[in-house]
């Protein structure tokens, strides 16, 4: 329901009325007692509070407490607030407390509010109490009429409203030229995850917030100022107070509504709030296999480092990624692969190859990058082509067989291809070597990274006059002294008896192909 009151009372923007107070001449009665709390200003007049303005800076959102020094806060005093250069910040919001009685004249004239709540408790509202609010867009009245003197609120947009609570009386005697209606607002406006920018504000109608990817639903709490009105969300009834259905979030920007409508049925005020739920910034695997070979460690999300071994016969690779969250994107070695899909063949080389999957995160900054040491094992043969340069060598089994030895150091061609030398350069110094170790006999020697197609088998005996050799078969150590680029192993295996019983013991390294 409207109820449109005479404009008599009405003032266009004058300039501002400050209100004296009053010299009373005769006797004086016993004054009040002044004093000062967080940034307030107040007298103490026996048995209530009266606010006399503020104590520091009059600028910013005050708070007026319903008690002060444990008596209650009954009124607020004549220009309490009054701000002489309405142009100026000043006071910019006010809480007045339930059990508030009167505000005194010209108590804000001239402050900066947009918005003003007058709690039930209020008989009396001065005159000028609101006048030239040049900001001022609304009032709402939570209980009866109170009695309003003279002007009070300066009309200065075609925005401005004023709102009463169903049920309330006495409206029809205020008489500042305004249409008053049943409030269709909200006194709070919450969201399950997020906040509000600005923060809730009755008077302010449009909001923004931001929420991460992972929160894929939210829920909206709205409260209303009159108990008679109802509330939709996003076109769903909700009972005021209580919170809305789950709303399912997209990434991106999700717009949601609150409609408020009064019981008068026409007056309604809308809400929206524009959620923005972050992208992705999961950028991990799940899983990653290869169609030859066995990780080394065990795959795990978090591991991004691996390494694996094929033989020589594998002479291609191809990988599966398959994505923690579906929403990124993966490469191999720098080709666009769908998750849970194999990539392409990867050519290997004898050797070490490098594998990179490159997964990126759907907010396009967030990347993982796993990579994959393949190495594939060589062969007596393609090792031969290499090490030996002249063609002429190369077809001269006498140069470039197993057995020859072209460096005439006495190491056949198929024991410096098992211990990673050069044929043509001599193998002193590079020889396997024995030494003591806790009571054993210990031998380390030169293992091929790429050699797969020899096996070593470390020897021991007493004796060198029969064939009595038996293999030792404690490793001690398997040591990389090039770690991620060398080309052999430097391995240390154990004899299997102690030195001590024997006269004499022998090591030596066989080799076979």
Known sequence: MNITIPASNIRPIHKFRWLKPLAILGCMLSAASAGTFRNLSYTDNGTSITITGWAGSPFGAFVIPSTIIGKPVTTIGPNAFANPNSNNGWVTSISIPDGVTTISAGAFNGCCLTTVTIPSSVTTIGDSAFYIGYYLRSVTFLGNAPNIAGYNFIINSGNFKAYYITGKTGFTQISNGFTISIS???TTLSLSKGDLSPGFDT????????????????????????????????GATVTAGSSSGAISLAVG????????????????NTYTVSVTRAQSSISTLS????????FDPAFAAATTSYTASVSNATTSMIVTPT??????????????????????????????????????????????????????????????STAFTNPTDLANPAVSGEMATPANDGTSNLMKYAMALTPMASATGNLPTTASQTGYLTLTYRQSKTANDVTYTVQATDTLSSNAWAPATTVLSQTDPTPGGGSYWLVTVRDNVPYASYPQRFMRLQVVK
């Open 253 to 268: 920007t999700n717009t949601i509504t609150t409609v408020v409508s009064a019981q008068d049925g026409t007056t309604t």
């Open 287 to 294: 899983g990653l296999t290869l169609s030859s070979g066995t």
């Open 184 to 186: 269709p607002n909200l």
């Open 203 to 234: 008077n302010i109608t449009t909001y923004t917030s931001t929420v991460p990817n992972a929160t894929t639903s939210i829920t909206v709490t709205p409260t209303r100022v009159d108990a008679t009105a109802t509330v939709t969300v996003n």
């Open 323 to 384: 994505v923690t969250d579906a929403t990124a994107t993966i490469t191999v070695n720098g080709t666009s692969v769908a998750s849970g899909v194999a990539s392409g063949a990867i050519s290997l080389i004898v050797g070490t190859n490098t594998i990179t999957t490159v997964v990126t995160a759907q907010d396009g900054v967030a990347l993982t990058t796993y990579t994959v040491t393949v190495t594939r094992a060589g062969s007596y043969d393609s090792w031969k």
